[in-house]
């Protein structure tokens, strides 16, 4: 077996006191950082050698060196270009890219002379045979005999075909410690050594502290958290405040009810709706509300004649989990008409987590995120929800959007909104919308005059589109790639 290149340095000072480092590399065929390498773990075991640093000059060609080691010198390449019957000056000048010098180097070695006796002058020969110095001085510094004359030196570097640098190195010797071979060094101490005293006799490793350590690992965000992360930076910038949304139980009176959805509506089906066994039911509710809500179901109010069907108080007790956001805002609605000092203008934001009994698809889950953004204020109109859905758009790079009739139980008009999408090519829906219904908003106490717009859209469709993601169990669920996690660029919308 080839021995370790640590065994072969010491090894070589068992036969010769001292070394240079640079000197091994021909002995050993080893590059010479090789040879630094191997010394320094020798180091590491301790004072097996001892190593005094040194430095060395010596020549070596330039780039322009090597090329005319290898092709020969500028004069003589100048020389060779003139012709037996002599050649202008300036043709001979086209003949190499180096051609001025090489013409007053060759002129200063006698090796061509201009004759003037013909019009125009010529250059001509001056001798039969030309010795390229030059080249064979070059040579032999690239082959390491270099005892060329101080004059001469001087005159190659400063014609930059040679340059002097120096090598650092290390001058070996046996040190107090030297030993043949090298023991393992223990990289632990154990409470083995400790408990039988073998610790005095082992060596250990000594510690690298310039080691660059592995990198720790740690958390990392979630596409659906960046994205959310500039919704609700959107928001914010609007002047909207977020709604408290930790309770992803809800009553159905708050999910349904209180938005004037009757309870004969098939969403609040259990083929649509995640019911709660555990608790099944809420029972605090502010009373005289709910009144006023049976009441609006039942016969009507407030100029609507109502659905007329018989309201049942165990329906609007049951819990699921909430089925949209808009439950949140219904109690955040409900409180700025209760508020102290009465109804002030708000806008309000959230983003959380929905619940669907849905199929299951590519791009349908049971659960899902929702974004919703609401505005009360006295007299907003179907014009305020739709300059207000263009600014908040515009914010996420959407210009161009589309709006189209929909049926919400609680808003009306309702309108759904597409947007074209450029790199699809093709229009899509990217929100609901509407301005809430005086049945809903009447009841809870707003003053008559103020109207509520709200739009709400799913977070999961931006983040795919963003992210390149078209199943969208690659974005939640036990499917979810970690690396894709871990190496997703942060989001920034184009604003
Ligand atoms: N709640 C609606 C949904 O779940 C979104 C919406 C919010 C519609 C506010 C109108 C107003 O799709």
């Known amino acids: 077996m080839h021995p370790d290149l640590t065994e072969r340095i010491l090894q070589h000072l068992n036969v010769s006191d001292k070394v ?22 020798i180091q590491a075991h301790g004072e097996l050698v001892l190593a005094e640093p040194t430095s060395r000059k010596s020549l070596e060609l330039t780039g322009e060196g090597i090329e005319v080691a290898a092709n020969g010198s500028h004069e003589a390449a100048v020389y060779n270009a003139v012709p037996s019957e002599g050649i202008a000056q300036a043709e001979l000048m086209k003949s190499s890219p180096n051609a001025k010098v090489g013409f007053s180097k060759a002129m200063s070695q006698g090796w061509i002379f201009v004759d003037k006796s013909v019009t125009p002058p010529l250059v001509k020969k001056k001798v039969d045979k030309i010795e390229d110095l030059v080249m064979q001085n070059l040579k032999a510094v690239a082959n390491g005999n270099s005892d060329l004359a101080a004059n001469v030196v001087s005159e190659y570097k400063k014609r930059k075909l040679l340059q002097e640098v120096t090598t650092k190195s290390f001058i070996l010797s046996k040190g107090p410690e030297y030993s043949l071979t090298l023991t393992k060094l223990e990289t632990d101490l154990t409470v083995e050594m400790l408990a039988s005293g073998l610790w005095k006799d082992l060596k250990f490793k000594a510690y690298n502290f310039d080691a660059l350590g592995a990198p720790p690992t740690r958390g990392h965000l979630h596409p659906l958290l960046k994205v959310r992360t500039e919704f609700r930076q959107i928001f914010l910038e609007m002047g909207f405040s977020e709604m408290p949304t930790n309770n992803y139980v809800e009553s159905s009176f708050w999910n349904f009810d209180a938005l004037f959805q009757p309870q004969q509506h098939p969403a609040r089906d259990a083929h649509d709706t995640f019911f709660i066994n555990y608790p099944s039911k809420s029972y605090k509710f502010p009373q005289d509300y709910l009144q006023r809500v049976k009441k609006v179901h039942s016969e009507g109010g407030y100029g609507s004649q109502g659905y007329g069907y018989d309201w049942k108080l165990e329906e609007a007790q049951k819990n699921l989990l909430r089925t949209h956001t808009t439950a949140v805002s219904a109690r955040m609605l409900y409180k700025l008409a209760n508020q102290p000092g009465g109804f002030k203008p708000a806008k309000y934001f959230s983003i959380d987590r929905v619940f669907r009994n849905e199929t299951l698809d590519a791009t349908h889950l049971a659960e899902f995120q929702q974004v919703e953004g609401v505005i009360a204020d006295v007299g907003l109109t179907l014009g305020d929800l739709i300059g207000t859905l263009y600014e908040f758009f515009r914010k996420l790079g959407i210009t161009k959007l589309e709006f189209k009739p929909a049926y919400n139980p609680y808003t009306e008009p309702s309108m759904e909104i597409f947007c074209f999408h450029p790199g699809l090519d093709k ?13 809903m908003l009447l009841p809870m106490g707003l003053p008559p005059n103020v109207n509520v717009i709200a739009w709400g859209l799913s977070l999961e469709r931006p983040t795919m589109i963003k992210y390149g993601i078209n199943n969208i169990r690659d974005l939640v669920g036990p499917k979810v790639d970690l690396k894709m996690v871990e190496e997703g660029p942060i989001c920034r919308l184009e604003r």
């Open 427 to 439: 229009w899509i829906e990217v929100g609901n919308s509407g301005i809430f219904r005086p049945e």
């Open 20 to 41: 240079d480092t640079l000197d091994l590399v021909p002995i050993f065929g080893e590059d010479h950082q090789k040879i630094i390498g191997a010394l320094k773990s």
